[in-house]
């Protein structure tokens, strides 16, 4: 059982920047990937992004790509989201989540699960 908690979160205008960390333990945090989702008021879970075991490896939803940034240290068993260039339509609660074989939510091949209880990004036009 892995337990994860985020943090990083907060009000910021359009065109801002964030950093979401997510603090893993229970598990061997270098043997399993890592992703981050994301809910807006109203909406379903979203994916955002996905990285490897290793971090050679990582995926995004388009609607990120080229502003959000998925990287991990295994070192200090954290995964980070480097959010650039913030649009209000990013507001939402974002929650991290570590691979779980028992997870029906699969993302490139990923089940990913084991929710963390998330974080608020609030982006201001």
């Known amino acids: 059982q892995v337990q994860l908690v985020e943090s990083g979160g907060g009000l910021v205008q359009a065109g801002g920047s964030l950093r979401l960390s997510c603090a893993a333990s229970?598990?061997?945090?270098?043997?399993?990937?890592m992703g981050w989702f994301r809910q807006a008021p109203g909406k379903e879970r979203e994916f955002v992004a996905v990285?490897?075991?290793?971090?050679?490896?990582?995926y995004y939803v388009d609607s990120v790509k080229g502003r959000f940034t998925i990287s991990r240290d295994n070192a200090k068993n954290t995964v980070h989201l480097q959010m650039n260039s913030l649009k209000p339509e990013d507001t939402a609660v974002y929650y991290c989540?570590?691979?779980?074989?028992?997870?029906?939510?699969?993302?490139?091949?990923?089940?990913?699960?084991?929710w963390g209880q998330g974080t608020q990004v609030t982006v201001s036009s």
């Open positions: 229970g598990r061997t945090f270098s043997s399993y990937a």
């Open positions: 989540a570590a691979e779980d074989p028992n997870s029906s939510t699969v993302v490139a091949g990923v089940p990913l699960g084991s």
């Open positions: 990285i490897s075991w290793s971090g050679g490896h990582t």
